[in-house]
């Protein structure tokens, strides 16, 4: 399983380019996944380039969450050369979490139940209406 996941807004507060407050749960939360899972794949999947990244790489580091590559699908992929020389930053996931999905970002126990495979979340245990019901409600 490779799960690609978000680091501002998702693994802490959106205070871009500072690094906001941890959101509750988030590094533990993957922290425990990588042990239970060990062939699990986790991809730091950011906007963050250059020294922003780095203090990203660091700030995660410093809490024991480490990742099997930063951007990109395996740790030896190169970017790909464009007209801006910038690499693509499409990976390929089996997962995203991300706080900009459709919907909102669920809370990490939540995200762990879904992932992990203890039960699936539904609206009754998040105690807000399903996204389809939210999308069609008449008004």
């Excluded at 959101?23 to 425990?32: E, H, I, S, V, Y």
């Excluded at 990742?67 to 190169?78: D, G, K, V």
């Excluded at 801006?84 to 390929?92: A, W």
Aim: proline share 6%; aromatic share 8%; glycine share 6%.
């Amino acid at each position: 399983m490779t799960i690609a996941v978000d680091f501002d807004g998702t693994i802490v507060e959106h205070r871009y380019p500072a690094i906001g407050k941890e959101l509750p749960f988030a590094t533990a939360t993957l922290r425990q996944l990588q042990k239970e899972r060990p062939d699990m794949h986790l991809i730091l999947w950011t906007v963050r380039e250059g020294a922003l990244l780095e203090q990203a790489i660091d700030w995660c580091a410093e809490r024991g969450l480490t990742f099997y590559a930063i951007n990109s699908n395996y740790p030896e992929e190169l970017p790909s050369p464009t007209a801006s020389n910038q690499g693509c930053r499409k990976v390929t996931a089996d997962i995203y979490i991300d706080d900009r999905n459709l919907g909102t970002l669920p809370s990490w126990p939540e995200i762990y139940r879904m992932i992990s495979g203890n039960t699936s979340a539904t609206a009754s245990e998040t105690n807000r209406p399903s996204l389809l019901k939210r999308l069609f409600q008449r008004n």
